[in-house]
């Protein structure tokens, strides 16, 4: 089967290949520009969700610190109360190894 006519000289003319390339790179081009923002967009959104939950898992860790502190403080005052009880009551602490705690601020 012979090629004639217009299909003949598609296959033998060559100018326009540039264009058609260049058609076809600036499709490229601005559907690459079309997708950037957008993952732009929502590694930003990631990362300031990420940055809040750190946030707040640090405050919470803050938080239980003094707490176990407070509580830590606290233990040693009831005990420094109790042993001054026991001291003021009996005339003597009870026990040689354990120490009455006072602190001075």
């Known amino acids: 089967m012979k090629v004639t006519g217009i299909p003949k000289r598609l296959f033998k ?3 326009g290949q540039v264009l ?5 790179l600036v499709l490229a081009i601005i559907t690459f520009m079309l997708v950037v923002p ?3 967009r929502v590694t930003t959104q990631k990362v300031r969700t990420q940055t809040a939950a750190d946030v707040g898992s640090f405050t919470g860790s803050i938080w239980l610190s003094r707490s176990l502190n407070l509580n830590a403080n606290m233990n040693i005052g009831i005990r420094s109360v109790h042993m001054w009880m026991v001291v003021l009551t009996m005339g003597e602490a009870p026990d040689a190894d354990v120490h009455v705690c006072v602190e001075v601020e």
């Open 20 to 24: 058609l390339f260049a058609a076809i």
């Open 38 to 40: 957008n993952a732009t």
């Open 13 to 15: 003319d060559t100018s």
